[in-house]
């Protein structure tokens, strides 16, 4: 239902001429929060499927690979293509029947999780491995899904390369295709940073973004307080938010602990705007996508990477409503820290963003 930007085009001409070359293709993706990857890699696996091979898709939470999930189903099933969903909570009968058929070649596509490197997963032809989030994945979880077929084509999608995969570009295990345009009808999201004794100020902001009918993330580090460093967590502040300091507005509270039904419940109820606030930790952090969302508010922002502030910072600004980030950093942040928030403030780009990463962290062992 929407046209695809000039970059868009282009980055799909680039992976179309690798994955018909002789050699097998090893491509990062790069685009920025909001860019439209997941488009692109669609593209990808259907010009795996329109040659006669199957295509696997990784993404790094279940949340984010039942969107996916649903997301290419609603396309694929028109054009006669099968996609099943793997991940480690399914039922066990449910997930043999799904592997039988995938080993027999009659499901097309695979989504799923981490469990799609389990070995008992066998695909008759594949010939197309995308991960998503690549920077939530280790070499050898990438290697090892590559390893479910022959040298199969391999496409890594990333908003913000991790120093890691900044330093394989530059050595030169992958190719490189970037998405540099944003669709049209995206936002600017303004970043500022306020301390601990601004609370008021921005609890103030947060009121304002409900009263206007639009939704507001608040993203703790841990799930429970930490005496021990400090932290507030996500449990006792969802309480608190909702008991001291919002009564006239619904709080809901999402965290890796809970059961799957419980989470996609309360998705559902946020997406819906039954829910006005979302406290929630990092499990957000990828694909989320709410476009009434105009307010990310991160708690103890200094303790958080710069790729995962960039990639929460990009759960908003998805429509055209003005859009904010807010960094609430603790007292004894430090100047580091610090240094890394002014960062964020001072740029929306993402790749800026990962050779400051590289620049301050360095690339880790090679």
Known sequence: PFSLTEAQH???????????SSKSMNRLLQGDVGSGKTVVSMAALLICCE???????????????????????????????????????MRAT????LLDRLSRGDVNILIGTHALIQEEVTFKRLGLAVIDEQHRFGVSQRAALR???????????????????????????????????????????????????????????????????????????????????????AICMAK?????????????????????????RIMTDYKAKKISI??????????????????????????FGLSQLHQLRGR?????????CILLASPDCGASGLKRLRVMESTDNGFRIAEEDLAIRGPGEL
Do not use: C
Not at 243 to 263: T, V, W
């Open 240 to 264: 608190h938010l909702q008991d001291d300091i919002f009564p006239r507005h619904r709080i809901g509270l999402l965290h890796g602990r809970l059961k799957e039904g419980e989470k996609e």
């Open 51 to 89: 040659n006669g091979y199957q295509s696997v898709l990784m993404a790094p939470t279940e949340v984010l690979a039942e969107q996916h999930f649903h997301r290419v189903r609603d396309w694929a099933e028109k054009i006669g293509l099968e996609v099943g969903l793997l991940t480690g909570n």
């Open 10 to 20: 282009r980055v799909i001409t680039e992976i179309q001429r690798d994955m018909a």
């Open 94 to 97: 449910v997930k043999r029947k």
């Open 147 to 233: 390893n479910k077929g022959a040298v199969p084509d391999m496409l890594v999608m990333t908003a913000t390369p991790i120093p890691r995969t900044l330093a394989m570009t530059v050595y030169g295990d992958l190719d490189v295709s970037t998405i540099d345009e944003l669709p049209p009808d995206r936002k600017k999201i303004r970043t500022k940073v306020f301390f601990d004794t601004q609370r008021e100020g921005v609890y103030d902001i947060i009121r304002r973004e409900a009263q206007k009918g639009n939704q507001i993330f608040i993203v703790y580090p841990l799930v429970e307080d930490s005496d021990a460093l400090g932290i507030r967590g």
């Open 316 to 324: 908003v600004g998805r429509s055209d409503i003005p859009s904010y």
């Open 278 to 303: 979302l406290v929630a930790t990092t499990v957000i952090e990828v694909g989320i996508d709410v476009p009434e969302a105009s307010l990310m508010v991160v708690e103890h922002a200094e303790r």
